[in-house]
Each structure stands twice: as C-alpha cells, then as structure tokens.
C-alpha cells in the first residue's frame, strides 16, 4: 500500500540525511564529502550541508585523509563518531541482569553482568537492581554519551507491561526503571537474534537454549516480530502430543525435551532429535534455510547438530534443492543484551533527524 | 536500513501519482479533485495533473458528483475506472485449472474452471491447456482490457521453475505459456490468502485443504513469502514422529492426518486434533491470531473447529491473554486463481507510472 502523506521537501531532506548517514556507517574506510555526493547522487553543495549536520550532532567526525597523488593537498575523511555516542543495551533473565553500552560502530564500551537466580524475586526490587546496574554501566561507559536504550525481556510484553514471563513466574508486571531512564522493550529472543546477524547472514532463525527456549527470526536483516512482537515461541511447538507437561500447562512441548534443564537430565541427543523435529517445521512454515544454535546450545553444538540435521533433511520439503544450514551464534549468553544495546544504534543511524531535534531515548 | 538512492524528483512524483490513484480507489464514493488534493496534501494544480495522467491510462474515470448546496455547480468525481482495465488470474492445481478476470475495483468479471485431474499429465500439455483457457477467458471479459497476469501453482518454485509439486508429480518444469503470456508466478497458498484480505482482516493465517495442505500467511496486509516465497508448508509439519509415511518421502506429517484423502477415510475429528496441533505450533511461531479454514475445511468448518479450538487453546502460549479466533474463508477453492487476478491489480494500483510507461504484464 501507498503511504498516506505525500513526500514533502522534509522527508526528503531527512531521508538524505539518513542516506548520508548510511554511507559512512557502511563504508570501510573514511569518505571525503566529494565521495559522500558522488555515492549518493546529491550535489556537493547538499552533500556538504548534510555533513555539517552529522558532525554538529556529533553522529561522525572528520579525520585526516592521506594527501591524494593528485592534488597534493591534504584532504579530510567523514567517519562515525566511535567512542562518541552510545547505546545501552539492558537485559532481565532468569539467572541473570546485564548491562550493555556499545558505540556507534556497535563497538563494546562497557558489559555488566550480574549473576543470580531472579525466579521469585519481587519484580520491583530487581527493576530496582537494574536500574542501579544500568546507572553504573552508563557512567563506566563515559566519555561515551549514550542516547538512549534498550530493555530485552524473556517474556510476552504488551506496552510497558510484561504480560507472562513463565520461566520468571512473573505476570502482568509494569516495567518502569524510574526518572531518565525509559528504555524500549522487547523479547530478548528478538534483540539476541538481531546481534546475529552479519552482512553474510540476513536471513536466518536464532534458537536460544536457555531455562526455556528463545527464538528470533531474521528476513532480509529485519527482526520478524509477528503482530504483537509474541513471534517465535518454538518452545511451545509440541513434539509429542500426550507428552510430559510443560511449565506453560500444555503436554508435549520442545521445552520438556530440549530446555537447559531437560537437557542436564536426559541429554543432548533426544534434545537433538526434539530439536530438529521442531526446527524442521519452522523451516517449512518460515521458509528460511539457515538455524543459529545460541545460548547454552552454542557450547554443546557438536553433540546436537548430528541429530537437528538427520531430522531436516528428512522434514523439511525442499531439503533435497537447497541443503538447511546450521551454524554456531557468536555472542553465546551475551546475544540479547548486545542486540538490545545495537538496536538503539541502529534506530540512531537511521533515523539521525530525530536524535537532532528531540534526543530520542 | 536506508535506501542506497537520494530521494529524487522524479520518484516524488511517481509516489505522488500512486498517492492520488490510491486515495480514489480506497474512497467510498467519487472524489472531487479538491478533495483529492486536501486529503494528499498537495496543491490543487499538483492533483490536478496527476488526475489528467490517471485519466488518460484508462485507470480512472470521471462521473457526475450531485450539484453542492453552496455553490449550485455541477461537480466532477473521480472513480476507479470499473470495467475498465484489469487482471487475469489463473490456476494450475491438482484437480482443476482455472482462469478469472477482475477490473481495477477487485470485482469478478469472468470465471472459468476446467474440472479435471492433471496428476501425472504431461506438463507441456497442461500448459497448452491452460493457455488455451486464459485466452478465452481474456476474450469473454471484452471490453475489459487485461493488463497483466498471475499463476497460482501447487509447489515451490525458483524463477520460473516449478521445482517441485509433490501432489502434481512434478519436478522441474518450465513455466512458459507462449507469446504475450508471461504470467507472474507464484505459490497458489500465497495468492489464495490474498484472496482473504479485507479491510477489517489483515493479519493471518489462511489454511487450505485439498489432496495437499496449503498455507498463505498474511501480516498487515502482506503475503509473508520467506526467502524464496516457499513459506507456508504446512501439510508438513510433523504431527507424530513415526507416523505414517507422507508423499514427500518424511514420517507423520499433518498431510497424512488432515489432508482431503485423510479425511475422507479418517473422518474429521482425527484432522481436526491434528491441524489443531499444527495450527498452534505456527500461531507460536508467527505471532498472528487468526486462522481462516479455506478450501474443503471450508465446508467442513462445523466438524473441524471444536477440535482446532480444544487444541488452540491448550498449546498456544498467549491463548490466556488473547483467544485465538477460527473463522470461515470467503472464497472457497476459488480464492487462489482470484488472489493471483487481484494482485495484478494490487501491483497496477500500487505503481501506476510501470503501466503508463511499459504496459506491464
């Protein structure tokens, strides 16, 4: 469908200046402004402006050019502000509380975790303790000025609300961390699947061994969040139909089979073969060929990848014209946080107008 | 991520002539161009060139407004030019082959089916056939002008390969249907869903029972297509691990259980735990909280939902904060070859300057 504006002169100016924005934070190396023009398509003149703005917001910075065979003069390079401003990535878990800021190149400035079982815990005292945790990380994090940030939540959440977070026994709870601190929420199995995805990998679903059972699911490089941002509950897939019952009431779920505990009870290989099965249908349903073992299936892939495999290709349909591929995460535990911290990176470059006129958190 | 293209004036006008042609075919009656230009935003003499552009394709129309009480003068309105142009739909499936004419306001002009098997028919001769029938049905929609077509196919498909089609036999088949035909192709299960879009339906699930199960899975408007438009395998979906052998070689599928022949022998309550199960496994997945019973469900709807719902219920994660809802296609096993008709109109309506331009098809 159309959009229901018409493009005006200031779209258009915001879009170019996202556009410019866009180009130095996917170049290798530092651009000239005559670079930035001739990339885009603007004149030098717009070009020109548009950098003025970038470097008054303190979104890039300009650094020295080697001299040009040609002209002999010195020329100067436009490129992201590392170590100027920042994102911070929060996280509530079942055994964990971490902070994250990271720069505008997604760099890691500063990483908190706090160890210790959250299950029963009074949810005021732990938003409590995060806050006192988010505070810190911010201030270790300095001279890097963070300008907004992000809470993953191991839950369904509508609002600022967190509806039902099983595994934490927590119900309907308001996620407030008190005076200027208002981060965006989501599911961490959304934000860990987003710090998984590389300028190879665009296209893939990030499964989270945890106490339960997380994933993210990545088309085109954006996170599929479904119509509430509840998408990716693989968890709950039943494997057996009159199966044991799982922490949600219902029989049979991946979670009983393949969740961190079943895990340590029965081993990897029926949570393999459970695994696989669920995956298998995943795949057919979403139509992506590439699963990323996360969490604590990142550390025993070896043992689990024989038997998800065996089942994709007998499951999934199309496994006989395109072979599934399944690869090992890279941030392990840290995924969720780190994704939090970059999301807001990423809101930043590409949309700067807003970080100009109202400093969005 | 930001477009790699400034934007140009050229696209605002091309954007702002699929904004006006939208806005008209949205609107409940005639628009006058003032209105055309107080609801978009743009100048009166903007929307009027626009209007001059859209008449002259033959995509709208002008009709008699009724004089205004202020100011006693005839008014001119502006509508989609019904009976005008349109598009051609077409269907190969396992039982039938089916063509259909819509004009520009989505309405049915000409509907042909041709009943018959085509399981293990030569390919080229189905094709002929098929030609055969949407050349006919093109004739008989006269004075509609068919603008561009669309084939719905049972399988999956690269370019414009039919790779695999399980419940065809088929395997690597060219898709071609000779001079000025060069439909666009896609999954019958994604046109189908399209069929199923209304403005108060917009995010869901259409399942579809036939000898396969099809799945079209539609987010705010959008047909989901996955990576290579291979999403929605349902009928494949492991419901018993070592279950009955399927048509595609796996053990247990959905397809053993509720497909059209499974029921005929089996009877419906067995389908309807089944598809149940399945049904809640993709609503975790995909975070959408419709499911719309199309093709023989349809028809059976009575049978099956009691069973889905017992299902839905106890396996859908969020079913405590939100009840998932079961509803009744529209369309019936027409709702592919329609869908496909459709979305060349959607693609008309959507980027009116590629029919102007090139006459696309």
Redesign the interface.
């Known amino acids: 469908?159309?959009?229901?504006?018409?493009?005006?002169q200031r779209?258009?100016r915001d879009?170019?200046l996202?556009?410019a924005?866009?180009l130095v934070s996917t170049a290798s190396s530092p651009l000239s402004r005559a670079r930035i023009a001739a990339l885009?398509?603007?004149t030098r003149a717009t070009a020109s402006a548009l950098v003025e703005e970038l470097l008054e917001a303190g979104l890039v910075c300009e650094v020295a050019l080697p001299r040009t065979a040609r002209s002999g003069r010195p020329a100067t390079g436009i490129a992201l502000s590392a170590g100027g401003l920042g994102g911070l990535g929060l996280e509530i878990n079942v055994d964990y509380l971490a902070a994250t800021v990271v720069d505008l190149t997604g760099a890691v400035v500063e990483q908190v975790v706090a160890e210790g079982d959250q299950r029963g815990r009074d949810p005021v005292e732990v938003l409590a303790a995060l806050r006192s945790l988010a505070l810190a990380t911010q201030k270790a994090a300095r001279p890097v000025r963070v300008v907004g940030a992000a809470l993953a939540l191991p839950g369904?959440l509508r609002d600022r609300r967190l509806?039902?977070a099983?595994n934490l026994g927590w119900r309907d709870v308001d996620i407030r961390l008190g005076r200027g601190l208002e981060p965006a929420l989501d599911n961490e199995a959304n934000y860990a699947a987003l710090a998984e995805v590389t300028t190879v990998r665009q296209?893939f679903v990030h499964v989270s061994g945890e106490i339960g059972i997380g994933?993210g699911?990545v088309?085109?490089?954006n996170v599929?969040?479904?119509?509430?941002?509840?998408?990716?509950?693989?968890g709950?897939?039943?494997?057996?139909?009159d199966g044991p019952r799982c922490s949600?009431?219902?029989?049979g779920?991946l979670e009983v089979f393949a969740g961190q505990e079943a895990i340590a009870r029965h081993g990897a290989e029926r949570a393999g073969?459970a695994l696989g099965?669920?995956l298998?249908?995943?795949l057919?349903?979403?139509?992506?060929?590439t699963v990323v073992l996360g969490g604590c299936y990142a550390g025993m892939a070896s043992a689990l990848i024989p038997a998800i495999q065996h089942e994709l290709r007998?499951?999934?349909?199309?496994a006989?014209?395109e072979a599934p591929v399944v690869e090992v995460a890279v941030h392990g535990r840290s995924a969720a946080v780190l994704g939090a911290a970059r999301s807001v990176v990423t809101r930043v470059l590409?949309s700067p107008r807003d970080l100009i006129v109202t400093g969005f958190r």
Do not use: F, Q
């Open positions: 469908m159309t959009d229901a504006k018409p493009a005006r779209s258009l879009h170019n996202a556009l924005l866009g885009s398509g603007l369904l509806l039902l099983p296209s994933m699911i088309v085109a490089g599929y969040r479904g119509t509430r941002g509840w998408s990716g509950e693989i709950h897939l039943t494997v057996e139909h949600c009431g219902a029989r779920c073969t099965t669920a298998a249908g995943v057919n349903v979403l139509d992506l060929n007998d499951r999934v349909l199309w006989g014209l590409s």
